[in-house]
């Protein structure tokens, strides 16, 4: 992966996209309706025919699934990354570093699983799954702190699947959590990078 220092991306609908999500960010001032209004943002931008993701959204990289950075907000400080999925590709449990989330996907099907932390000893982390979901097109969630964890993963044996992540600021670290004996994991930090975009 590379780190990417270039200006945003330009995609049809780009400025479609920016005016949508601008709009939810600065609606409220309250996490939770600022969240919710970025889901529905995120929604209807999905099912929109005007916005189209650039060319290289669509192709996956063979060893990991690609993160690919389409925005950074110089206002209201959010950032807006495209994530392409090959076939089998996927997540460890991760966290988000302590910032909000909303993800959708665009296209392809995703299965995620969100995990509740029981308890840590030291960088040891107990996790129990606490519910999954199929996720298809159309469809978006949101990760709010401290109800951060969770994996992803594409389940199909042949198709890629791409989604669209608004972070509340710049990600460029998380911590994954690999795992040990029964529901123990170890938390390993990971700097984040982004693979080229053109």
């Not at 929109?48 to 959204?57: I, K």
């Amino acid at each position: 992966m590379n780190d990417a220092s270039r200006p945003d991306l330009d995609f049809p609908g780009r400025d479609k996209l920016v005016q949508a999500l601008d709009a939810a960010v600065a609606g409220s001032d309250d996490l939770h309706a600022v969240t919710a209004a970025l889901r529905i943002a995120l929604c209807e931008l999905i099912g929109d025919r005007d916005v189209r993701l650039p060319a290289c959204v669509h192709e996956p990289v063979a060893d990991h699934y690609a993160r690919r950075e389409l925005y950074r907000s110089p206002a209201h400080g959010y950032s807006v990354v495209a994530m392409t999925w090959g076939p089998g590709q996927g997540t460890p449990i991760h966290d988000h570093s302590g910032l909000w989330c909303v993800e959708g996907v665009w296209a392809g099907e995703l299965e995620i699983t969100q995990y509740e932390l029981l308890e840590r000893d030291g960088e040891r982390f107990r996790f129990r799954a606490a519910g999954g979901i199929h996720a298809g097109p159309g469809s978006a969630g949101s990760l709010i702190p401290p109800h951060e964890y969770h994996a992803i993963g594409n389940p199909s044996a042949d198709a890629i699947a791409i989604s669209l992540h608004i972070y509340q600021a710049e990600m460029a670290c998380c911590s994954m959590f690999l795992p040990q004996q029964g529901e123990w994991h170890l938390r390993a930090p990971k700097t984040l990078a982004t693979d080229a975009a053109a």
